[in-house]
T-cell receptor, first 114, second 112 residues
């Protein structure tokens, strides 16, 4: 079965420190990978995507993600965390098979401490 | 501005009642989706539609129904058969298959 795993329910980091939110995937074929952020009582906002090409993808608000095919991972990173980055983060995957269906992870709550 | 509008933001359902959640998009996207979000469970797909007048069941379609009569609109009905409807419902749309999904701001449904 295809799946996306976010192994950490919550990540705490001090403001100014680098942050990493982990994601691993299991999908057939070549994956399309996405990161989204959700603030309370709001919809998901797109941060970045990996389709093909460079393994390091840069996105909105200073976030980036590294695609690692051998480890089937797509971890979200930011060099210096802000308190305003505190939110719920979702990793998602789909494939080139064209079904248009996304598989979402269960989400990781990021808390950036001042 | 282009986007997805969900209404109402909050909705209350009485026992035995059907309720309909609205989702409208002006992004000219072909595909539309309904998700249910419960704490700690991420997003679960209820129904999706890739073109007008066609839709497919997702992972948790029981107790829900949809229609896709117009490209811009994809309403979700939560029927009385859905015994645990309390959740946050999110609508999304997408253009081509490699593009990100765009989300509305959700409808929170509760039972009276």
């Amino acid at each position: 079965a295809q799946s996306v795993a976010q192994p950490e329910d919550q990540v705490n980091v001090a403001e100014g420190n680098p942050l990493t939110v982990k994601c691993t995937y299991s999908v057939s074929g070549n994956p399309y990978l996405f990161w989204y952020v959700q603030y309370p009582n709001r919809g998901l906002q797109f941060l970045l995507k990996y389709i093909t090409g460079d393994n390091l993808v840069k996105g909105s608000y200073g976030f980036e993600a590294e695609f690692n095919k051998s480890q089937t991972s797509f971890h979200l990173k930011k060099p210096s965390a802000l308190v305003s980055d505190s939110a719920l983060y979702f990793c998602a995957a789909t494939t080139t098979s064209g079904t248009y269906k996304y598989i979402f992870g269960t989400g990781t709550r990021l808390k950036v401490l001042a | 501005d282009g986007g997805i509008t969900q209404s109402p933001k909050y909705l209350f359902r009485k026992e035995g009642q059907n309720v309909t959640l609205s989702c409208e998009q002006n992004l000219n996207h072909d595909a539309m989706y309904w998700y249910r979000q419960d704490p700690g469970q991420g997003l679960r797909l209820i129904y999706y539609s890739q073109i007008v007048n066609d839709f497919q069941k997702g992972d948790i379609a029981e107790g829900y129904s949809v229609s896709r009569e117009k490209k811009e609109s994809f309403p979700l009905t939560v029927t009385s058969a859905q015994k645990n409807p309390t959740a946050f419902y999110l609508c999304a749309s997408m253009g081509q298959g490699s593009q990100p999904q765009h989300f509305g701001d959700g409808t929170r449904l509760s039972i009276l």
